[in-house]
């Protein structure tokens, strides 16, 4: 799956640099945002908030509430204890 590849390449970032704050930035979805909140530091969203997906809609304030939502929820991976972010 397309978060699972990135949830691999987190992984290496991370095992080569434990310090680094890891955010993905483009991509983040409902469906995906816990997959990659499990081991990233923080997500950015933009237009999977938006009406109809594309950059220019208004934002639906029900899809920023249920992402953010998950996001929190996301189990960490083992030695992740701190929470995701959201921006």
């Known amino acids: 799956s397309p978060s699972g590849s990135v949830k691999a390449v987190l992984r290496r970032v991370r095992d080569d640099c434990p310090d680094a704050v890891l955010l993905v930035g483009g991509g983040v979805t409902e469906d995906n945002a816990a997959a990659l909140s499990a081991v990233a530091d923080g997500v950015i ?3 999977s908030l938006k009406h109809g997906g594309g950059v220019c809609g208004p934002v639906g304030p029900e899809k920023g509430r249920r992402l953010a ?3 929190r929820g996301a189990k960490r991976e083992p030695g992740r204890t701190e929470k995701p972010a959201l921006w």
């Open 45 to 47: 969203v933009g237009s």
């Open 69 to 71: 939502e998950v996001v």
